[in-house]
């Protein structure tokens, strides 16, 4: 008879790391631990060291998260006082300049960086993207926010207030169709011709402007960037689990990170997503669903037990109910500690907010969401999950939430770093290698973001799935300009709805 414990035929989950150019990611307060090398976070060696560590287990990418202003709604308004003394998620640093440095001594560790739409114009923000993917040969994604703090927006939108949260997946609806154009549709495949003999680096003929034109941008081109033979666009990533969060990850997404209390909870989640993205005429299985989680492992319970015990101590509650006036939009110190919250309206992170205050599948049937329930929950492992015990407990608790959720795998965060990945790759990953979880090595060296995702089997497995609706916007190798303006022409109406 089989049993729980046994290998089974399975599809390798995706194990990604989950950190941020800050000290205090998603444990405020753990900074303090006498282990713990968050501190370092702006030094170049804590991010090589990292990436060594990571591609030792295995891993698939390290996913890096980013915020533009400081947790200022609790106790507010405006005021970073809790997110300053415990170093929640300020100060932090930008995200993207740590990558060509892991990638210059990793071979197939991908990167996902963060970056709003909001932030800076999308021709601009094109480049640092392009030449991210051409130094880690094809190694890049772009994780899509729309940002959710009224301070960035106060300091990147000229004293203007965040716009509504529906408006910003309108205006990061057109930042993405500017972003495929530019990667896709300015330069043909085969535009770089390097012909020494006569003096043509680049054919004119082969690249042309994109001319786009919408509400919010108008962006004539051509791209500056020249076109990159191991992944002619990123991996796009997508974090908003809202209604309309949703339904941008169903267009648009080949990983989206979607979080849920509990398994049940989160099937709830991904069976909407799921019905979305038939909806756009795709493939469910082509856009993985990953979720938060902190894992606190030892060879046995008891000790797990002990090391999250110890963690406990340096943790910080003003700091955590900081980070939930960021991600909530609303300030926890209004109310009283024993008080419920069941009612949120929120301009911020709806999803959390709802996730963190409404009663889900697989709950407790009497769980009192209260002020004092969120603070302790969320001061260590954040807005995610968390794991506690041996390393066969964590991967019982793993392959339950890949089965009852259908969960494609997971962001893994730490309590201290390096200290909780170094424990994932010496205690966890083996156990979750033996049940067939995490494959026992990569399937080749030099794999892209988008091999790491999806594998190397397809025919070309370094670029977007033909049911994505910007497969057809790419002008190929061959392709007569006339061909490439008709098929753009049609892509652009079918699947943009552009005349």
């Given at each position: ?164 949260h529906d408006e910003r997946y309108v205006k990061a609806e057109e930042y993405l169709e500017v972003i495929y154009q530019l990667f896709l ?315």
């Amino acid at each position: 008879m089989t049993t729980k414990r046994q290998k089974k035929e399975r599809k390798p989950i995706i194990i990604n790391a989950f950190d941020m150019a800050t000290p205090g990611l998603q444990s405020p307060g753990l900074w303090k631990h006498p282990k713990d090398k968050s501190r370092d976070y702006n030094t170049i060696e804590y991010w090589t060291n990292l990436a060594k560590l990571l591609e030792k287990g295995k891993f698939n990418a390290l996913f890096i998260a980013d915020v533009l202003g400081p947790y200022d709604v609790y106790n507010g308004p405006r005021n970073l006082t809790a997110a300053a003394k415990s170093g929640a998620q300020w100060p932090i640093n930008e995200p993207s300049l740590v990558v060509p440095a892991m990638a210059a001594i990793t071979k197939n560790l991908s990167f996902a960086v963060t970056a709003s739409t909001i932030s800076e114009a999308p021709y601009h923000f094109a480049r640092r993207l392009a030449t991210l993917d051409h130094l880690t040969k094809g190694r890049v994604g772009w994780n899509i926010v729309s940002s959710y703090l009224d301070s960035a927006s106060r300091n990147l939108l000229n004293g203007q207030p965040l716009p509504p949260h529906d408006e910003r997946y309108v205006k990061a609806e057109e930042y993405l169709e500017v972003i495929y154009q530019l990667f896709l549709s300015s330069w043909a495949d085969d535009a770089v011709k390097l012909d020494v003999q006569k003096g043509i680096f680049s054919d004119p003929e082969r690249i042309r402007e994109i001319n786009y034109e919408g509400n919010h941008f108008n962006v004539p081109g051509p791209f500056i960037s020249e076109p990159n033979p191991y992944q002619r666009l990123p991996v796009i990533l997508q974090a908003g689990a809202s209604t309309k969060g949703l339904e941008y990850a169903a267009k648009h997404a080949e990983a989206v990170f979607i979080n849920g209390n509990t398994p049940e909870g989160l099937r709830t989640k991904i069976d909407k997503l799921n019905t979305l993205i038939k909806k756009h005429g795709r493939n469910p299985e082509d856009v993985k669903k990953v979720q938060l989680v902190t894992v606190i492992v030892a060879p046995t319970y008891e000790e797990a037990v002990e090391k999250f015990k110890d963690y406990k101590k340096y943790a910080d509650l003003e700091g955590a109910q900081a980070l939930f006036g960021g991600w909530s939009g609303f300030d926890l110190g209004k109310y009283d500690w024993d008080q419920e919250l069941d009612q949120v309206e929120t301009n911020a992170v709806r999803s959390f907010a709802e996730m963190m205050t409404k009663q889900f599948p697989g709950d407790p049937p009497n769980l009192k969401k209260t002020r004092g329930y969120i603070a302790d929950k969320i001061s260590i492992g954040g807005s995610g999950v968390l794991f506690i015990g041996s390393p066969t407990d964590v991967a019982d608790e793993i392959e339950n939430w890949v089965d009852v959720a259908g969960i494609d795998g997971f962001n893994f965060t730490y309590a201290i770093t390096p200290g909780t990945f170094e424990d994932i790759v010496e205690l966890l990953i083996p156990e979750l290698q033996r049940r067939g979880l995490v494959w026992e090595d990569y399937p080749k060296d030099g794999l892209t973001f988008r091999e790491n995702l999806y594998g190397i089997e397809r025919e070309d497995p370094t670029y977007l799935k033909p049911d994505h609706p910007a497969y057809n916007l790419r002008w190929r190798e061959g392709e007569s300009r006339e061909e490439f303006e008709a098929k753009l022409k049609k892509t652009l109406k079918e699947k943009f709805g552009k005349e």
